[in-house]
């Protein structure tokens, strides 16, 4: 049964990075649609990216070119650099895997990302 497990969140000040990673116990990972979505208090679930098996990646209009979706099917690991950090990025960050992509998909337990000065 697949599982996820996410890491690197925390406290930054605004302008600052992160480095999410999420490890994903899954015997189709190279095959699987890979997704970071993120939940605001108050807000609703949004997509922050997503990344195919062939590494193509779409982005959240918000994002603005400040975060990079990668996977490295040889750790199972998706990870999602984000820079230039702003309090609106405050929120708790989900690793999403989809295999086949026409299933709903299974979620991490998430990570906080706080962005305070």
């Known amino acids: 049964q697949e599982h996820l497990v996410e890491s690197g969140g925390g406290l930054v000040q605004p302008g600052g990075s992160l480095r999410l990673s999420c490890v994903v116990s899954?015997?189709?990972?190279?095959?699987?649609?890979l997704g970071w979505h993120r939940q605001a208090p108050g807000k609703e679930r949004e997509l922050v990216a997503v990344?195919?098996?062939?590494?193509?990646?779409v982005y959240g209009d918000f994002v603005n070119g400040r975060f990079i979706i990668s996977r490295d099917n040889s750790k199972n690991t998706v990870y999602l650099q984000m820079n230039n950090l702003q309090p609106e990025d405050t929120a708790v960050y989900y690793c999403?895997?989809?295999?086949?992509?026409?299933?709903?998909?299974?979620w991490g337990q998430g990570t906080q990302v706080n962005v305070s000065s």
């Open positions: 999403h895997y989809r295999f086949p992509a026409s299933t709903p998909g299974i």
């Open positions: 899954a015997s189709r990972f190279s095959f699987a649609v």
């Open positions: 990344i195919n098996s062939a590494g193509s990646a």
